[in-house]
């Protein structure tokens, strides 16, 4: 099975079916704990608003939703590690016998899936059928299918499978952009085995990212709808009955539900689908930038009034950006009339224009508002560069000891840059630490200006008396990023 990530539980397909905990009579253990509440009369004189929200049962969008969402068991082969028979040791005991190689082992796994039309195409996660070389779905009518995969996308974490059926039950389109924080939701999947189980909550925020690289393509719908292993590919569904999202992930410590789950938007799992039934991949726009958030220092720094948008570290040479006249420091504030929220919403909504698209960016450089236009490419998925480890401690001025960038150096630090100063340590209680500066970053730029030594850094540094932090573009194992470092500590 996928190994999880840290404490993100992302593949929620796994795992055997752990053992049922029932709970006690809770009036049994609280004995004479237990205090009646007092009784609340219900308003006449609720807004329509709560009058309308106040629902007693959801049984009919249920019992109208619940045979379009199906289970789905996959079978795959897993080969164990090979002995170290390459050792002479190993050879002379065992000889060449391959009847002590360890044979490979069947593994099964469980998820859900949605069906989206009634001749039989299905919508689940890619980690549910991953590596499977049997796939079987499982109807709520008893009827059970073997799959074939029509299609998968590891950058968002979709599939498609098809069974050969026809006047099959659905799950309808919601529109997941219209959806709100605080809106109701139920959650319909197979959790642990246990059968087609409902879970009811509400959208606890949008516009979540959990991974964190250049790879996946991330716009979460939370929710804390219970979702458990199992539940992966399965519905999540609005009060009218329409899908919003396809459970993917939970955020837990234990594995299992805390009330911290996330959905991909229907919005981005249509595009795929289409795509994947259309040609059995997906291909993506790409503007060639590399880009951050605006954080609260960063906007100060560049004086923009709020921290909306998405800065540009990397231009990529010869890319549609490049072509376009963008600059490492333009600050992307809309795309074809849309605010950029941030860096991932950029991203995720150059993506599904795919290559050959035009597009109209707002940029700012140098505090002045300015139009762009670009024609997208076609991104290639690339992989994220590795993170440096803590820095060990070191006293400075500004918390870091620096020294000139030699050819060594860049070799050895992975950048491809001949001019810079690079970070040798970090004190941990200094101002470079707490801007996030590593040791290993090479600083290129302070305020706007290229650097070569460490002079040339301090003198920049204390050349700014507006008040504002200064703003370093470091380059870390080939990625640029903006850090803004403020007043020195003595």
């Known amino acids: 099975m996928n190994p999880t990530r840290s404490t993100l539980t992302k593949r929620i397909l796994g795992a055997s079916v752990a053992p049922v905990v029932v709970a006690g009579t809770l009036a049994a253990v609280l004995g004479t704990w237990y205090v009646r509440a007092p009784r609340i009369e219900a308003s006449t004189d609720l807004p329509p608003v709560v009058q309308k929200a106040a629902v007693e049962s959801y049984a009919d969008l249920v019992q109208r939703v619940s045979p379009g969402v199906v289970t789905i068991q996959s079978i795959r082969t897993v080969h164990q590690a090979q002995l170290p028979f390459d050792d002479e040791m190993f050879r002379r005991f065992f000889g060449d016998n391959p009847r002590v190689q360890p044979a490979p082992r069947r593994e099964g796994g469980l998820g859900s899936g949605v069906l989206v039309t009634a001749d039989g195409y299905i919508l689940t996660n890619n980690h549910v059928v991953d590596g499977a070389d049997k796939i079987r779905v499982d109807l709520t009518d008893g009827r059970s299918f073997e799959a074939r995969v029509v299609g998968t996308d590891q950058p968002s974490d979709l599939a498609v499978l098809k069974i050969p059926a026809s006047g099959l039950a659905t799950v309808p389109f919601g529109d997941s952009d219209k959806a709100r924080v ?51 590919g399965g519905a999540l569904v609005n009060t009218s009955g329409q899908l919003v999202g396809i459970n993917s992930q939970i955020l837990s410590p234990s594995g299992y539900n805390i009330g911290i789950g996330f959905a991909i938007p229907v919005s981005m799992a249509q595009n795929v689908m289409q795509q994947l039934i259309a040609s059995g991949h997906v291909r993506r726009g790409m503007l060639g930038v590399t880009v951050q958030g605006v954080s609260a220092d960063l ?37 074809n009339g849309r605010p950029v929220d941030s860096s991932n919403d950029l991203r995720n909504h150059i993506a599904p224009l795919g290559p050959g698209a035009k597009v109209s960016l707002r940029v ?32 400075g001025r500004y918390g870091m000891t620096l020294q000139p960038l ?32 590593q040791s290993g970053d090479v600083i290129e730029q302070v305020n706007g200006q290229a650097v070569a030594d460490a002079a040339g850094v301090r003198s920049q540094l204390t050349a700014r008396r507006d008040g504002r932090p200064s703003l370093l573009l470091v380059n870390r194992h080939g990625q640029h990023l903006y850090l803004t470092l403020g007043e020195d500590r003595g």
């Open 182 to 232: 605080g809106d109701v939701v139920l959650a319909i999947g197979n959790p642990l085995g246990v059968g087609q189980t409902v879970t009811m909550g509400i959208i606890s925020g949008k516009g979540r990212a959990t991974a964190g690289d250049n790879d996946s393509f991330e716009d979460f719908i939370q929710t804390d709808a219970p979702i458990n292993q199992g539940n992966s």
């Open 364 to 395: 700012v450089r140098d505090g002045k508002e300015r139009e762009v236009s670009a024609v997208l490419a076609e991104r290639q998925v690339e992989k994220a560069a590795a993170t440096p480890g803590a820095p060990e401690s070191e006293h």
């Open 299 to 335: 906007a100060k720094s560049l004086g923009l009034s709020g921290t909306h948008g998405a800065i540009v570290n990397d231009v990529t040479a010869g890319g549609p950006a490049s072509k376009a006249g963008l600059q490492a420091g333009d600050v992307i504030l809309a795309l």
């Open 406 to 437: 030699t050819r060594d150096l860049a070799d050895e630090l992975g950048v491809k840059v001949s001019r810079g100063v690079v970070v040798t340590d970090v004190d941990p209680a200094g101002a470079a630490a707490e801007a996030g500066v």
